[in-house]
């Protein structure tokens, strides 16, 4: 079984600065894997605006989102203040609503208050009553996402019923 060869972090990020810029989709993607993959979403933070959006077209919403969740709240928030409104509305609905909270939390308030209102209001109002609560209580690391059962379902059908919404 062959492995991917050992590059170096940096070298990684400079690959894929390249890949965007050349429009290589394909090698974008697989770079950014990569840096999940190594642990290294950090470097992430080193990407400029347009590099970041140019990369979300290539990853998809979601991918970035999953990308943001592994960095520091801090860094998250920095490169959301590097998007367009709209994009980072869009990131922040990918994320866990829990995590979102902590990240627009450390954006600047009227920009986060710009992103709240173009997400979609559901969205938007879990965020919202999340960050009621200070950070290291019970209220601010729950999330308000649950599954609820029937309390008479057998053990099989609720795992079965688990997996289909998981």
């Known amino acids: 079984m062959s492995s991917a060869p ?5 070298d990684v990020l400079d690959q894929l600065r390249a890949a965007i810029q050349a429009a290589d989709v394909d090698q974008a993607r697989a770079l950014a894997r990569r840096l999940l993959d190594d642990d290294a979403a950090e470097l992430f933070e080193d990407l400029d605006a347009a590099q970041l959006t140019e990369l979300s077209s ?11 969740s592994q960095i520091t709240d801090e860094a998250a928030a920095d490169i959301l203040e590097q ?4 994009q980072a509305a869009d990131l922040l609905e990918e994320i866990d609503p ?7 939390a450390q954006v ?28 290291d209580t019970a209220g601010g690391i729950m999330t308000p996402e649950f599954v609820a059962m029937a309390p008479s379902l057998r053990a099989d059908r609720a795992v079965a019923a688990l997996r289909r919404v998981a």
Do not use: W
């Not at 050992?6 to 940096?10: G, K, L, T």
């Not at 998007?83 to 709209?86: A, G, K, N, S």
């Open 6 to 10: 050992v590059i170096a972090p940096d």
């Open 58 to 68: 290539f990853l998809g919403d979601e991918t970035l989102a999953e990308l943001l």
């Open 83 to 86: 998007l367009p409104v709209e």
């Open 98 to 104: 829990d995590d979102a909270a902590d990240i627009i």
């Open 108 to 135: 600047d308030d009227e920009y986060s208050e710009d992103i709240l209102v173009a997400m979609e209001p559901a969205d938007a109002a879990e965020i919202r009553e999340l960050m009621a609560y200070r950070p």
